[in-house]
């Protein structure tokens, strides 16, 4: 079957745009993830949806970022004024098991975010 | 707090010889832990996880991870590495008891396999 998807591959904005990234998940993963993750680092969390509602957003680095899952299934990153610093791939991942038991996370590739 | 070691910015092997990728954790209780891997150009791919029970895990591609307790690693080895592993491999874990969903990753491993 399908795995999780992302679009776009790429993103190259200027700096103070605003940019929507897309997280299609695996049909049926209730659980949903977002991270971002720069050169020579590990994931850096930043919100996790169970179904439709954001379950921790602990990890939004500030007001900028928002993100909505609103039936469930599809979610959207949504950064404004974007700076210089949010430039980095942002990776989605789904799990059928939600993330309070031990399931396995699937990653989608990533979105490469660059802002000018 | 939550953390995750992975001591080596990068690994060398020969092919033909026996790899390991080492990882240490510090969580307050028991831990899920897992390794993913990472390709260029591609997203991180589930190895294997270590839930409960017995300590050597084994996973895909001739992985296998042990959990050791005491000493609060949970290394990942193979056999005989290929040149085919090369690639970023990441250490991940939770706190089993801890309500907060985030898994916690360690900075990755650089695995190069020289033929």
């Known amino acids: 079957g399908a795995g999780v998807s992302q679009t776009p591959s790429n993103k190259v904005t200027e700096k103070g745009k605003y940019v929507e990234l897309r997280c299609d998940p695996i049909?049926?993963?209730?659980?949903l993830y977002w991270y971002r993750q720069s050169l020579g680092q590990g994931p850096e969390f930043l919100i996790y949806?169970?179904?439709?509602?954001?379950?921790?957003d602990s990890g939004l680095p500030n007001d900028r970022f928002f993100a909505v899952r609103p039936e469930g299934s599809v979610s959207t990153l949504k950064i404004q004024r974007t700076e210089r610093g949010d430039s980095a791939v942002y990776l989605c991942?789904?799990?059928?098991?939600?993330?309070?038991?031990?399931?396995?996370?699937?990653f989608g590739p990533g979105t490469r975010l660059t802002v000018l | 707090a939550q953390s995750v070691a992975q001591p080596e910015d990068q690994v060398n092997v020969a092919e033909g010889n026996p790899l390991t990728v080492k990882c240490t954790y510090s969580v307050s209780g028991n831990p899920y832990l897992f390794w993913y891997v990472q390709y260029p150009n591609r997203g991180l791919q589930f190895l294997l996880k270590?839930?409960?029970?017995d300590n050597l895990v084994k996973g895909s591609y001739g992985f296998e991870a042990e959990f050791n307790k005491s000493q609060t690693s949970f290394h990942l080895k193979k056999p005989s590495a290929l040149v085919s592993d090369s690639a970023l491999y990441f250490c991940?874990?939770?706190?089993?008891?801890?309500?907060?969903?985030?898994?916690?990753w360690g900075a990755g491993t650089k695995l190069i396999i020289k033929p």
């Open positions: 049909s049926g993963h209730t659980a």
């Open positions: 991940a874990v939770r706190d089993m008891m801890d309500s907060n969903y985030q898994l916690i």
């Open positions: 991942a789904s799990s059928l098991i939600p993330a309070g038991g031990p399931g396995e996370q699937f």
């Open positions: 270590y839930i409960t029970g």
């Open positions: 949806f169970q179904g439709t509602g954001a379950a921790d």
